[in-house]
C-alpha cells in the first residue's frame, strides 16, 4: 500500500505492494515532484529576467504621454512606442481592486494602461530589453504576460537578440500570435534562443521581450498589463520578480539603469548638497544609490529656472537664474551644474532645493 513523504506528502510505494500498484504509485509519484517543482516558482530569484515585471515601481512619475516616432520609457524599465494619427496616447498607472489580480495567491498592486487617443488611431508596440545578449542565449525560452483590453485586440509577441553597437546583425525570434480579451488572461510564447558562437557582441547587447498590436486601435481603447516574465524552460511558470519578491530589490535593480529625485511632499525639498564655485555657480554632487550601468551622459529637469535655488552663506535661498545643467557623472555619482544671478559665496558649501512642489526633479539615465 502506498504512503506519503513527511513534508510534502507525496505518494511513494512501499515494499508490500504489488508491481502494478507500485507502478501507479511511482507515476503518482512523479507527478507529485513535477507540480512541486513547478510551484517552487513563487520563491525563485533570478528566474525571471524581466525586472519589474509586477509593474510596482514608477519614477517616472504615473502618467506618461506618448506620440508617434520614438520609444518613451513610462513604468520603470518598458519602453512603448506608439504610432498616433491624431492625439497623444497615454501610458498610466492603474491600481487593482484588492482580490482582483489575476494571479491568485500574488496580490499585484499597480499594473500599465496604454489608452489611445480619442480621436485618430494608434499602434501599439511595447517591450524591455533585458541586459546582454549573451542572457538565455542556445536555451529554451518562455515570455508570458496577463493582458487584457477594451475590446478584442490582436497582437504578436517575440524575442529580439539585439548584439549592440558594432555587434552582429539582430536575430528575431518566431512570432506568436495572441488575442486580447476583456478578462485577465495570461499569453504565453517559448522558442529556443540562437546561440551566441560565431557572433560578434558589440557594445550594450541586449534580448528584447518584445509585443506589439497587429492593427490599429482608436476612441479611447485600453490594453491592460501585468507580470511580464521571461524564464528558462518551455513553460510559463508561476509568476515571481527578478529579486524574488523584494520591493527594495526590485527598486534597486530599477535605479541601476535610472535614477530620479523627485520632490515627494512640498516645495523647498533638498535635492542635494554641493560648493560654490564663485558668486554665481555652483557644483551639486548626487551620489547614486546604487552603481549604474554605464555613466550618465545627461541631467534630465523639468520647469524653469524659478522651480531651483540654492541656499546662500546666511541660510536664505536664492533662486536660479537658469535650469541646472549636466557637468560629469560616473557610475555612482553625478555633479550638476546650478546658476544664480548673485549671492553665493566661493568655496562655501550650499544645497540645491525646489521651489515649485510638482514640478521639478533631477533624473539620469543608464537605460540601454
Not at 90 to 106: K, L, M, R
Not at 140 to 158: E, L, P, Q, R
Not at 189 to 207: A, D, E, P, R
Not at 287 to 296: E, G, K, L, S
Request: proline share 3%; hydrophobic share 35%.
Amino acid at each position: 500500500m502506498a504512503t506519503t513523504t513527511p513534508n510534502y506528502l507525496w505518494s511513494v510505494p512501499t515494499s508490500s505492494d504489488l508491481v502494478k500498484n507500485g507502478a501507479t504509485a511511482i507515476e503518482t509519484l512523479g507527478d507529485s515532484v513535477d507540480a512541486s517543482l513547478w510551484n517552487s516558482g513563487y520563491g525563485q530569484a533570478g528566474k525571471n529576467k524581466i525586472i519589474n515585471g509586477d509593474m510596482n515601481i514608477w519614477q517616472r512619475g504615473t502618467s506618461i504621454t506618448s506620440n508617434s516616432g520614438s520609444w518613451v520609457y513610462s513604468v520603470d524599465r518598458f519602453q512603448t512606442y506608439m504610432t498616433v494619427t491624431t492625439g497623444t496616447c497615454v501610458i498610466s498607472q492603474q491600481t487593482f481592486t484588492p482580490g482582483t489580480a489575476p494571479v491568485a495567491g500574488y496580490e499585484g498592486t499597480y499594473f500599465m494602461r496604454a489608452t489611445a487617443p480619442t480621436t485618430g488611431s494608434s499602434g501599439l508596440n511595447f517591450r524591455q530589453s533585458i541586459e546582454n545578449v549573451r542572457t538565455l542565449a542556445g536555451q529554451s525560452v518562455t515570455f508570458s504576460f496577463w493582458a487584457k483590453a477594451s475590446a478584442t485586440t490582436a497582437g504578436k509577441m517575440k524575442l529580439t537578440q539585439n548584439f549592440g553597437s558594432g555587434g552582429s546583425a539582430s536575430v528575431d525570434s518566431a512570432l506568436t500570435s495572441v488575442s486580447f480579451t476583456t478578462s485577465w488572461a495570461r499569453y504565453s510564447m517559448s522558442v529556443t534562443l540562437g546561440s551566441v558562437s560565431g557572433k560578434t557582441i558589440g557594445t550594450s547587447s541586449f534580448l528584447d521581450a518584445y509585443y506589439y498590436t497587429d492593427s490599429n486601435f482608436s476612441s479611447a481603447a485600453t490594453i491592460d498589463f501585468w507580470g511580464v516574465q521571461v524564464e528558462y524552460g518551455s513553460i510559463a511558470t508561476p509568476f515571481q520578480t527578478a529579486s524574488g519578491g523584494s520591493i527594495q530589490g526590485e527598486l534597486a535593480m530599477c535605479q541601476r539603469y535610472y535614477y530620479r529625485i523627485t520632490n515627494p511632499t512640498s516645495s523647498f525639498y533638498r535635492f542635494s548638497l554641493g560648493q560654490c564655485t564663485g558668486a554665481t555657480t555652483a557644483q551639486i554632487v548626487t551620489q547614486f544609490p546604487v552603481t549604474m550601468r554605464i555613466n550618465p551622459t545627461a541631467l534630465e529637469q523639468v520647469g524653469t529656472a524659478a522651480s531651483y535655488s540654492l541656499t546662500t552663506a546666511i541660510g536664505g535661498a536664492v533662486a536660479c537664474s537658469a535650469v541646472p545643467t549636466f557637468d560629469l557623472a560616473s557610475t555612482s555619482f553625478a555633479n550638476s551644474a546650478f546658476t544664480v544671478a548673485a549671492g553665493l559665496v566661493s568655496g562655501n558649501s550650499t544645497q540645491a532645493l525646489n521651489t515649485i512642489s510638482t514640478l521639478a526633479y533631477l533624473g539620469w539615465s543608464a537605460e540601454l
